[in-house]
């Protein structure tokens, strides 16, 4: 059974699905008026994680994911840039399309964008002013939450509590300061709609709840998205699709935050990294280890700091990648093991997919199904290592059932898809600018070396592995030749 814990109930719960094998998912998608950082990596690779699980569990998952293409930032970039907000936003769409594939994020099933759908919008509106939920004001149209009494249940907030917080802000026309914008009348150089309230444009939050409502009904499961949405975006996506309809999302769904050097990070802090920042130093696989290192509730850690020659580093990041290169690493020796050996029969499954599998089903658990994976990891070094560990067939099926199993929490986590020598010859190339080691001397070296090793001078070619290892070199030899990787 899965498990996964409600935001609006506070703890653990079943998912009980409305539709036996079936699964809606909602999950808010970027705005796009810039390049995506690593807090928008978070969130994505999370909800790419849990449709992955979902979907390895025999589940029909069928998730939507908007993209915000009409928004203030949007229009402000546009106005600075002077070209037209459309074309900013579908810059930067493109933009966070391409940078999601790189980060091995699946496409949703129906990425809807906003601009695209006001008439949806429009309809949720005029249902909701027949309900007597929404005012016309001077060209707005406000949401009355007055009419709404569970207003605040998803954030664990009073009405009354809120109302004490909130004011109307200047160039505002609404009732009581927790109103808020479902329609903004049109302003000069801005992009502007026709409606029934005459030209202009929707409010944020009502994008979501006619886009969720077009592509998954009247009710769906699970809704998700940062935690930083909670309030008010999705109080007021509840206020206004439950208001509209009566229903919305069963399970809500919230994914940390990331702490950037302690705070939180954001645009105000100039200390944005983008993921594009990220690829120019690291393997973005290692930016997705690193995120889902840490359970998707929980803060993750991303530090950014400054080394002796005054270079920027990610000192988490290079762990992920460190963590990852041991992963591949395995995978390879394993593979070339596999190649070598004659299996009696299917290998059994192994004790550690399954323990990876319940983690998983207990609120999407990533971070122990990665020390699942580590201890197989580990073992599979050892069995490697020692002939005489196991019996000879039991050995190898069990090395089989490791390489199978690793490989399908790979999937499930969206990891380790790639054959390893493209991720670890990556990895010598990117460490060796990085160490300033001349990947050809070193070559030259091992050639030398075997030269030596031919002749018998032994003592000669543990020399030259030495001075190799100095500087940072480590040589592996293999039946099929000596190969190279660079430590740490
Ligand atoms: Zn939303």
Known sequence: MQRLYDTREGKKVDLALREPGKVGIYVCGVTVYDLCHVGHARTLVAFDVVARHLRARGLEVRLVRNITDVDDKIIRRGHAEGRPAAEVAKHYADAMMADMLALGVAPPDVEPRATEHIADMIEVIRRLEARGLAYAAEGDVYYAVAGFPSYGALSGQSIDALQAGARIEVGEHKRSPLDFALWKGAKPGEPAWPSPWGLGRPGWHIECSAMAHRYLGDAFDIHGGGSDLIFPHHENEIAQSEGAYGSFARYWMHSGMVNFGGEKMSKSLGNVVTIRRVAETHDLEALRLLLISVHYRSPANFTIARDAEDRVVYPELDEAEARLDYFYRTL???????????????????????????????????????????????????????????????????????????????????????PPSEFLVARRERLCVRRKIDGAAVEARIAERSGARARKDFPRADEIRAELKAAGVELMDTPTGTTWRVTG
Not at 337 to 362: H, I, N, Q, R, Y
């Open 332 to 418: 390879e020796r394993l593979d070339a093991f596999l190649a070598a050996t004659k299996l009696g029969g299917e290998p059994p499954s192994s004790e550690p997919a399954s323990k990876a599998d319940a983690a998983m089903d207990d609120d999407f658990n990533t971070a122990a199904a990665i020390g699942h994976l580590y201890d197989a990891f580990v073992l599979a070094n050892k069995l490697l290592d020692d002939a005489k560990a196991l019996p000879k067939a039991e050995r190898a099926r069990t090395l089989a059932a490791i390489a199978r199993d690793a490989r399908s929490i790979g999937a499930t986590l969206g990891i380790m898809r790639r």
